[in-house]
Nanobody, 120 residues
Framework: QVQLVESGGGLVQPGGSLRLSCAAS????????MGWYRQTPGKQRELVAT???????NYADSVKGRFTVSQDNAKNTVYLQMNSLKPEDTAVYYC??????????????WGQGTQVTVSS
């Protein structure tokens, strides 16, 4: 089992910055990717940014150039640096960890979420 704990959310003005952190614990040895997703009421959870064990990253078009995902392997922690925040970025942000299954698919673990609100 994998446990994920997010922190760093809050209220920020448009154009401001926040840094989210996610610490993983438990059975983490087979995790091959971690990242961030976000969700607003009535909408599907969407990808924000992910990073694989090998360091490859993937970003949603809406955050490219503004957000940066990074990892600290020694601390089993992934970060999301969010700059130039917009009101449209307001959402609950969820940490994700991915592990491969024996049948060739991936199993996803999720954190409890942290609220990010961008408003003046």
């Amino acid at each position: 089992q994998v446990q994920l704990v997010e922190s760093g959310g809050g209220l920020v003005q448009p154009g401001g910055s926040l840094r989210l952190s996610c610490a993983a614990s438990g059975s983490i040895s087979r995790i091959n990717a971690m990242g961030w997703y976000r969700q607003t009421p009535g909408k599907q959870r969407e990808l924000v940014a992910t990073v694989t064990t090998g360091g490859s990253t993937n970003y949603a078009d809406s955050v490219k150039g503004r957000f940066t995902v990074s990892q600290d392997n020694a601390k089993n922690t992934v970060y999301l640096q969010m700059n130039s925040l917009k009101p449209e970025d307001t959402a609950v942000y969820y940490c994700n960890a991915r592990k491969p299954t024996s049948w060739g698919t991936a199993f996803n673990y999720w954190g409890q979420g942290t609220q990010v609100t961008v408003s003046s």
